[in-house]
């Protein structure tokens, strides 16, 4: 299953941790899914139809 956003198609980003001595170590920043009407949207979505809606 993927991490990608039906409506906007935002997916997840690769982005650093850093430790206490600056070694550099990748990581993955997932997007925030939630399940509307069958389909899997990001939280960004969502606040946007809710405003449109209104």
Do not use: P
């Amino acid at each position: 299953m993927s991490r990608i956003c039906d409506t906007c198609g935002k997916e997840r980003k690769k982005a650093a941790s850093r430790s206490h001595s600056k070694i550099k170590s990748l990581r993955v920043q997932k997007v925030n899914l939630q399940t509307r009407n069958g389909k899997r949207v990001c939280t960004r979505c969502i606040k946007t139809e809710a405003k449109q809606a209104a």
